[in-house]
């Protein structure tokens, strides 16, 4: 190989190992901190080793990628997303994605990038274990950080009880590590006679403890998938005796341990620890489990109105808000999903039925190649760990979904198995070729100047301008206390025209309205709510049937109205509100603000129609009573506006102690005891850390003789308010003695 050819290559594979860090940084001064600083800093070099790349086969045409069955899977895949991208329901969304996932057909780009880049410039067997062994070391040093924040040795959420690293998020955490799992067993089984494999298994052994560490259960369940798939292979494959009974007792321990977890699931043993606990309950009525089983059947309700293409790459929440129904509200409290949370919904439902077979002859493909290269080399440790892996990835994501870290562990696997046959065969004479391309040097500077010019720009306007923005944005969040630093920050993170400007304008409306409800006193109050108001509409601009959008402007206008009770603006919010509910017809937050602007309005007998139609969704979610006792109260209907009260309480909801004090002369506490302790327990119900409330709670107990209840009260009195402990003592030593 000529020494030019050589630096160059290492050069383009340098470059690529330092991609491959991304998910141990995190700039914290960033909006959506874990996910956009790796990234950004991965998008960075995706694009600077991928122009150098295309210069670099310019020069060397025997680089140049061929087409096979798992590249042209790949690509058959994105041309599909590409289509869905076109028509999409929202193609800025589709295209740019959005700055909580960093994904976006863009996104996806440059993932593709690093597959083409990898399978071009690592096709000998050294390089691909180079790969391989730098994989891993920086995948344990994410583990050891995950390890070191649970015994709280680290500035990120130190002490938490399921580790989330540098990626801010438990389950991603471990969909990345899965990757290192399995191939830190795979070379230590292949060097299962040498020193390395002890630390090959110690390495495996910390991606399994951190993993465990995440409490991930749809992590637990793609490993359980890969392990019995590898061992399978293993038993069946293997000609030892002694092997196969081994790997069948190992199958038959593994199903005895878990089944003495899980029928152990009430004992302290289990109950008393987080991660056995959550092994344990891996049941269909669990409320995780219920609530995605919903979102499901919304994604699958959304594929059947766009059955070919979907409703767009990315568009996930158009169904999911269509589709959304308020019983979800007895299962959980976050009501806002831009994924299924499985990947083939979310593929039937953003990209069609196109796009699910795109994705599954992809994953197909990939599998075929491992496939291949064992009948070709009889290796089934290869095979059984490689194919294992695969399985396992695919069986999380039943219960997950694709993120920038788990992409650069997939891209990794995807280029070892690409390259891994090719790299067992005898070199050919065409494959130790080095002769440079025959082109004018004129035309290589032109194609050398024009990819050096789109990688600046791309820079530029893509990473470095993004990256100015969403640290402003943040600046402007921590510095809202000095009111014009908070806004100027707030403005220049707008300003910026970059990639992630609907999600910067939307933080940046939302920390601006959240200022003036909370009480703030800034020196524009009308100017700053406009400005806030014109940033949501630029966003409809975009993404005019954005349910969300249209709720939070709605809502900002609500507030906007009151300040100089402009009739008109009120009159406007109404409008985008109105688009909101048509939107997701059954989220009763979106009616809330519906009930806000009427009761604004005076139009009392409508809210309360309006707070009893959102009541009727679902009589078991309290926020929806609470907001009917609201308006019933404005209308100065107090008892039905106690009763409703009183139902918002008992289902839980928090409507806060101030709150409640409003209903205190509906209760006639001074006509008895009875009333009184009715009212105070409602308090506590509703969730108070008044130790007042909790003494006065005591009295009316013990005057009505329930002694127990006194005692109890008078204890959280005194653990509220350590200084009353020794009357709290006195109190309950009389109610001992003397009652």
Known sequence: MANKEKIFKKILQILFYLSLIAPLLVD????????TSNALYFRFFAELVLFLWLVFILFYPKYRPKINVLSGSLLIYILVLIAATIFSANIYLSFWGDAERMMGLFGLLHFVALFFVGSSIFKEKKDLKTLLNI???????????????RLGLTSIKPGEERIVATLGNSAILASYLIFGLFLSIYQGLKNLKSFPAII????????LAAIFLTGTRGAFLGIAAGFLFAILILGFLSKNKK?????????????????????????????NNAYLYRISHISLSDN????????????????????LIGWGFENYVAP??????????NLATEEYFDRPHNIIVEHLATTGVLGAVAYLLFLVSAFYFILKTHREQKDSVYLAIFGGLLLAYFTQNLFLFDSPPSLIGLGVLLVLVNNWRGSLLPQTNEQGKTEGARLRPAIIFILALIIGVLFFYSFSRTI??????LKDNVAGQVYMDDYKKGIDYLKKSVSRNTILDIDLRSSSANTIYNYYVSGGAGEDKKGDLDFAVDLYKKNLALMPDDAYYNFKLAEILNFRSSVDHNEQILNEAKSYIDKAVVLSPQRATVRFILVENLLIAGKFDEAIKEAQATVALN??????????????YIKQDYINAKDSLVKAVELGHHVGEQNIEQFMPFFNIQQGNENAIAYYELIVKSGTNNYLIYSTLANLYLQTGQKEKAIEAAEISAQLNPSTREKVNKFIENVKTKY
Do not use: C
Request: net charge positive; aromatic share 22%; hydrophobic share 50%.
């Open 320 to 329: 999911f808000n269509k589709y959304f129904e308020a019983r979800y509200y």
């Open 619 to 632: 009589d078991k979610f309290g926020a929806s009573w609470w907001e009917l006792a609201k308006a019933q």
């Open 243 to 271: 092997v196969k009974l081994g790997l069948l007792a190992l199958i038959i321990f593994s199903i005895l341990f878990y089944s003495l977890i899980y029928f152990s699931q009430n004992k302290g043993w289990v109950r």
């Open 288 to 307: 995780t489990i219920q609530s995605r089983f919903m979102s499901w059947k919304w994604g699958i309700e959304g594929f059947k109105d766009k059955p």
């Open 28 to 35: 914290r001064r960033l909006f959506f901190p874990y996910v």
């Open 200 to 207: 090959y298994g110690l390495v495996a052994l910390l991606h």
């Open 464 to 469: 470095l301008a993004s990256y100015r923005a």
């Open 135 to 149: 994989f891993l070391a920086i995948s344990s040093a994410l583990a050891l950080h995950g390890i070191f924040q």
